[in-house]
């Protein structure tokens, strides 16, 4: 049972638009949700999150916006970089402390 | 960087053998997290500890799988007797409590079983 769902696999985009990853969930108990950046051989790195109080979070060109009645929440990137292709995973917890991901969205910025 | 180192980065064993990883997190982080990802899926959540209490395990920890954080600083996670299915990258996260369930993860270990 997938709770958090990433259903677009791959995103392509050129430098210096904006990039739009989604991500659905099904768990009504979750209240704070995340968003990672993995590279490869890497482990995944912090970027963005948001708590279920609020509908969006900002921070410089990466804005987190959530939609409680719809259970999804997408990440902005703007402007895209190259340097900000990678996958991305978003996560969300809630009632418990783990962490729930979705499996991810290959985005690729090219020139 | 997030602070949390994990050792070895990578290791190759064959079937049946026993490996052990290590993680090490910063001072701050008293919650530590195990998690595992195969390919083309998100971490998936294997273990946590609060200080040195493990709190919680799920389902996907057989009982060949082991982890201990014995002074609430370092943790080790020892997989008994390697199955192939135990390939995965197996990465560590650390979280400080009360800051709003953001972990941050090491830079994993890759298991090959051969």
């Known amino acids: 049972d997938q709770q958090v769902k990433q259903n677009s696999p791959s995103l392509s985009v050129q430098e210096g638009r904006i990039s739009i990853l989604n991500c659905d969930y099904t768990n009504s108990m979750f209240d704070y949700f995340l968003w990672y950046k993995k590279y490869p051989a890497e482990g995944p790195t912090f970027l963005i999150s948001?708590?279920?109080?609020?509908d969006k979070n900002e921070d410089g060109r990466f804005t987190v916006f959530l939609n409680k009645s719809a259970k999804h929440l997408s990440l902005h990137i703007v402007p895209s970089q190259p340097g900000d292709s990678a996958v991305y995973f978003c996560a969300a917890s809630g009632g418990t402390d783990k962490l729930i991901f979705g499996t991810g969205t290959r985005l690729q910025v090219f020139p | 960087d997030t602070g949390v180192s994990q050792d070895p980065r990578h290791k190759i064993t064959k079937r049946g053998q026993n490996v052990t990883f290590r993680c090490d997190p910063i001072s701050e982080h008293n919650r530590l997290y195990w998690y595992r990802q195969t390919l083309g899926q998100g971490p998936e959540f294997l273990t946590y500890?609060?200080?040195?209490?493990?709190?919680?395990k799920s389902r996907l920890l057989s009982d060949r799988f082991s982890a201990e954080r014995p002074k609430g600083s370092f943790s080790t996670l020892e997989i008994q007797r390697t199955e192939q299915g135990d390939s995965a990258m197996y990465l560590c996260?650390?979280?400080?409590?009360?800051?709003?369930?953001?972990?941050?993860f090491g830079p994993g270990t890759r298991l090959t079983v051969l």
């Open positions: 948001i708590s279920s109080i609020k």
């Open positions: 996260a650390g979280e400080k409590s009360g800051n709003t369930d953001t972990q941050y």
């Open positions: 500890f609060q200080n040195e209490a493990q709190l919680e």
